[in-house]
């Protein structure tokens, strides 16, 4: 069996990204449909628009190890999705249904945020400079939409799921 190496990490937990980011895509359409709250489909709609960017730059990345861009099935991020249609059919049309899509949403951001943080160290490892930077910036962009959910979960919609006034 052929040795397996930094490299062959770094290239399939790419492809793990690259599929998960896609699905993510479809995902954060749905919960922007959902949304009850403007700000909270504000918040999934630039993320979107954000994740569209966050594709363009693996496809880069991909371009930069001169590799196929490709996805690999993500176990993770399709269970991650699924808990997030449970609560948008379980939770749809009562006042918890906001904050559920919200801790839904981080769930994707956390794993989004341990695969970028990985990936940038191994590309800096590997001499990928322009990778790692691209990494990075993405890695910031996931950091700051969680930031943004905990502050939307903050300021309405944990209160409105308790039953405070909306
Ligand atoms: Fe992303
Ligand atoms: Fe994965
Ligand atoms: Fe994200």
């Known amino acids: 069996m052929a040795e397996k190496t930094l490299d062959n990490l ?9 599929y998960a980011e896609r699905k993510i895509l479809k995902g954060l359409k749905k919960m922007s449909k ?16 954000e994740t569209e960017g ?4 693996l496809q880069q990345v991909f371009e930069i190890i001169g590799k196929r861009a490709q996805g690999k099935t993500c176990d993770a991020i399709e269970g991650i999705l699924a808990e997030g249609e449970e609560i948008l059919e379980e939770y749809a ?30 590309a800096t490892l590997l001499g990928y400079d322009d990778a790692a930077r691209l990494l990075d910036e993405t890695l910031q962009e ?3 939409t969680d930031e943004s959910l905990t ?12 039953g405070a006034a909306a």
Request: charged share 30%.
């Open 93 to 122: 049309g009562t006042d918890a249904l906001d904050a559920g899509l919200i801790s839904a949403a981080q769930a994707v951001e956390h794993y989004e945020i341990t695969r970028y943080g990985t990936l940038k160290r191994w």
């Open 10 to 18: 770094f290239y399939d937990t790419l492809k793990d990204i690259y």
């Open 54 to 57: 966050q594709i363009e730059r």
């Open 142 to 144: 996931e950091s700051k």
């Open 151 to 162: 502050a939307l979960a903050d300021a309405k919609a944990n209160a409105k799921a308790q």
């Open 34 to 49: 959902g949304a009850q709250a403007p700000e909270l489909k504000a918040a999934f709609d630039k993320h979107y628009e």
